[in-house]
C-alpha cells in the first residue's frame, strides 16, 4: 500500500486582497449600471421646448360640450353616421373588465358583449367606423409581446366582421399599433405604430381582401420623433428622474374625402405630412422611392389625433395646450378651441350635424401611474365642438 503524500497546506487569500476583490466587483457593477442608465437616457430622454403654435382661438370655450363621462381614462372615440357613439378606455390605465363601450341614452354599455371582449381584446385602443357602418378596431397586444390584431365588428348586427392577427414581422415586440382609417371602399386600412419602446414607428398598409399587411417608411424622418420634450399643464412628460421622456413616432392618421392622401404625423415632430393613397398601396414601391413622393404640408402642434373634414382640412389636437387646430391643404393653421378642461387632446372624429368628437384621455393622470391615483383624478371625458367651415364659426 502507497505511503500518503503529505499534506500541504493551502494558504488563504490576505484580508487586503479579499477586500480588493470585492472593491473591484463593486466598481464593475457599478460601472455596469452607470453604463446602462446613459445608454437609456441616450435612447430615450432628453428634449427641447417646444413653440407654442396656437393663436386666438375662433370659439369660446362655451362652445365645447361634454358627451361622455366615465369613472375611468378615455382611449379612442368613433361615431357612426347615425350619430351611434364608441370608444375604447385607454389601455395605458390597466382597465379591468370591458374595454369598448358604446354610450346609449347617458350610460356605458360593453360592445360587444363583455364575455366576447374577454375572448377578443387585450389592449385595444384604436377604433374607426367605415363607410359601410363597420367598426374597426386595433390592439396593439401589450406593445406587441402579445397578438396585435384587427377586428371589424358590422354595427347592423353587432356580428364580428373581419378578424386579423399580425404577424411578428409586421408588428414586432415594442411595436404599438394605435390609430387606423378605412377609405371609402372598405378595401385598404392605413394604421399608425408609433413604436414607443422598439424606435423603429412606421406605417401600416393592409389589404383586406387579401389579408395581408406590410411596414412602410419604418424610421423615416417623416415618421420618427424629434428631440422636443412635451410640457402638458398637468406635468412635463419625462420619467424615472428624467431618464426618459414621452417621444411619440408616428401618431395621428387622417384620409382626406376623396380617399387621395394620407394625412400623418409624429407626435413629437414639427411638421405634418402626407401621401397618396396609392402611392402606399404600390407594393413596387420601396421605402426610398415612396419617401420622394411624400409631401412636407406644413407647421403643427405636438399634436395627438387628426380628423379631415369635407372640404379637406385636417384637424388636429394639441397635447400640450389642450386644443384642437385646423390646417388647411396649403399648411395654413389657425385655432378652433382651446380650453383648460381639456388635459390632453387625444382622438378625434367628425360625426353627424357638424360634430367633431374629441377624446380627452388625461394621459398624464394616468400614465404609469398608480389606479388610486387614476380614480382620484377622474371622471374623464369626451367632448364635441362644432368648428364651422373655413374658419367661420358656425355654431
Known sequence: MAAPLPS???SSPAPGARVLRVLKGVVAVVGLLVLATLGVRLRYGGGEPYPDVTGMPLLPDS??????RSAEPIGNVAVSSTGRLFYTLHPESRPEGAKLWEWVDGKAVPFPAEALQKRLFDTVLGITIDRRDWLWTIDHGNHGLGVPRLL????ANGHLAHEFDFPPQVAPPGSFLQDLRVDAQGGTVFIADVGFWRRSPALIVYDVAAKQARRVLEKHESVFPRDFVIRNPIKEMVFFGGLAALKCGVDGI???PS?????FAAMNHDTMYRVRTQDLRDASLDDEALAQRLQAVGRKPLNDGLSADAQGNVLMTDVEHGAVLRMSPEGRLETLVKSPRIRWADALNHGPDGWLYVADSAIPHHMLQSKAH???????????FKPGIGGIAGM
Open 8 to 10: 500541504v497546506p493551502v
Open 63 to 68: 362652445a365645447l360640450e361634454e358627451v361622455v
Open 152 to 155: 371589424a365588428f358590422d354595427l
Open 254 to 256: 387622417a384620409l382626406d
Open 259 to 263: 380617399d387621395e392622401w394620407l394625412w
Open 374 to 384: 387614476i380614480a382620484a383624478n377622474g371622471p374623464y371625458f369626451i367632448w364635441r
